[in-house]
T-cell receptor
């Protein structure tokens, strides 16, 4: 039982490059989330998926797109990376939406030069 | 949208003392109130949560109290230990899970 798995763990991009961050959970959770955490800062919600087939914007969605591929997988895409997107990205899942605990992955550390 | 505040933003205590962190929220419809702990370089993890039908919940050295009328809830850590040093986040979710800005707790041996 791995919980929430994020890939890759580390990534360096040049400005303008694109990439997709992958997230998968094996707990049969309905809801999934993407957060970013800048150094010394809190967790800011980028996008979330309350259930399979739905996605909604969070606090800071600009510059990102998401896909809820199936119940297990929720990917985050940066179409044209910018230095302001340098951050640690956390994926999380919860069994029953916002009223149940979030389980976080170990994060992806992204640097955009 | 939901506004979640935490106080204090930083807290330093001597080992063995108690620590209290307060979280205030704006949406009176919230009914689930979790606290997460994030150690340096690690992922956030739930340490305790409370639902609106109870006023207090304890788990060993950790407790959470809720005042729905005043729209705040607090994390209480007793007999603090160096391993309690971390950043603590609260949330008062309403469709979106928005976190407070965090409180950095340092426990001095």
């Amino acid at each position: 039982n791995a919980g929430v798995t994020q890939t890759p763990k580390f990534q360096v991009l040049k400005t303008g490059q694109s990439m997709t961050l992958q997230c998968a959970q094996d707990m049969n959770h309905n809801s999934m989330y993407w957060y970013r955490q800048d150094p010394g800062m809190g967790l800011r919600l980028i996008y979330y998926s309350a259930s399979e087939g739905t996605t909604d914007k969070g606090e800071v969605p600009n510059g990102y797109n998401v896909s809820r591929l199936n119940k297990r997988e929720f990917s985050l895409r940066l179409e044209s990376a910018a230095p302001s997107q340098t951050s640690v990205y956390f994926c999380a899942s919860s069994a029953r939406g916002y009223n149940s605990p979030l389980h976080f992955g170990n994060g992806t550390r992204l640097t955009v030069t | 949208g939901e506004n979640v505040e935490q106080h204090p933003s930083t807290l330093s205590v001597q080992e063995g003392d108690s620590a209290v962190i307060k979280c205030t929220y704006s949406d009176s419809a919230s009914n689930y109130f979790p606290w997460y702990k994030q150690e340096l370089g690690k992922r956030p993890q739930l340490i305790i949560d409370i639902r609106s039908n109870v006023g207090e919940k304890k788990d060993q050295r950790i407790a959470v109290t809720l005042n729905k009328t005043a729209k705040h809830f607090s994390l209480h850590i007793t007999e603090t230990q160096p391993e309690d040093s971390a950043v603590y986040f609260c949330a008062a979710p309403q469709d979106k899970v928005i976190f407070g800005p965090g409180t950095s707790l340092s426990v001095i041996p």
